[in-house]
């Protein structure tokens, strides 16, 4: 094995700070296992801890991105989860194995790959075992590497959260890596889907697995749906523009329903009318990934069911300037690096 190998790492905040160099592999310490890095997933989140460090305590030079597949190659002293020639994903937040997220009402934890730890857009990373699950058996390391953040997100909202099932109505908004995976797991369960997005892609949203769709750009898209639903209102509510946007949400969940609030597109400040929230007995989610254990879950579903995730594009390591140009645009479904 050579002793060198490529990472991106950035000495400040800002786009312009990213460099690709040439650094040395690390080694595993006890506990740790190096991972040759076959692929890494691109959220949003990434692109914005990049242009902003969204006010996290970073070390520089620091490596952003946080979701990755690859494979075991190399094992630490006292290592027992994996062993060489495994293939791995890593877990968004570390800390989170199972239960409740940690933290207090003070400060709740946002210790994430690419975050708060330093992240994985390297062709080897070195980490601690407890910091990855098993790759799903039927995924390449392009289409597993989404699951980390994207898929567990929704798999956490809909399937541990919410426990959608058959006979359920699910609004699931955009096109995005979340949305994709909304659709697909809120079909795995059984349940119906309306999909909000742009007029140019809705038709590729129900090609992935949504029953009906609206267009998002129109002013009347909450008539649309109530219209879809029979004036019933949706039971499940991906919300993931934020900002006013959710007081639309509250318009069209039905009595009973629930929302998850995933994205903030629109901004944190979050407004919703407070009757409507009330009279229909509505609970709201804030969702922030998952833990664990709900991710060894979601790669069980994917090995079971054959679910495929959905990869607008895929580039070089070399060319992260333009996989995030291409996040910029908007992507329908996942912008990938390939790094093997």
Known sequence: MTTLMRRWEMDAIGRDELTLREVPIPRPASGEVLVRVGAVALNFRDKMVIESGRNLPLTFPFTPGS?????????????????????????????????????????????????????????????????????????????????????LTAWFALAERGRVRAGETVLVEGTGGVALFGIQIAKLHGARVIVSASADKLGRALTVGADEGVDRRQPNWVDAVLALSGDRGVDHVMELVGGPHLGQAVEVTAV??????????????????????????????????????????LVDAVDRTGLIPVIDTHYPLSELHAALDHIDRGAFGKVVIDIA
Not at 272 to 292: F, S, Y
Request: proline content about 7%; charged content about 20%; glycine content about 14%.
């Open 67 to 151: 979701d990755l597949a690859g494979t075991v190659v190399e094992l630490g002293d006292n290592t027992v989860r994996f062993g060489e020639g495994d293939r791995v994903i890593s877990t968004f937040t570390p800390d989170w194995v199972d239960g409740l997220r940690p933290g207090d009402a003070r400060t709740p934890a946002y210790r994430t790959l690419g975050g708060f730890y330093p992240g994985v857009l390297a062709e080897y990373v070195a980490v601690p075992q407890d910091w990855l699950v098993r790759a799903p058996t039927t995924l390449s390391d392009a289409e597993a590497a989404t699951l980390p953040c994207a898929g």
């Open 256 to 297: 009973g329903g629930h929302i998850y609030q995933i994205g903030a597109l629109d901004g944190f400040e979050l407004s919703a009318p407070a009757m409507p929230l009330m009279l229909k007995d509505i609970t709201i989610h804030g969702i922030g990934t998952g833990h664990r254990l709900a991710l060894t879950r």
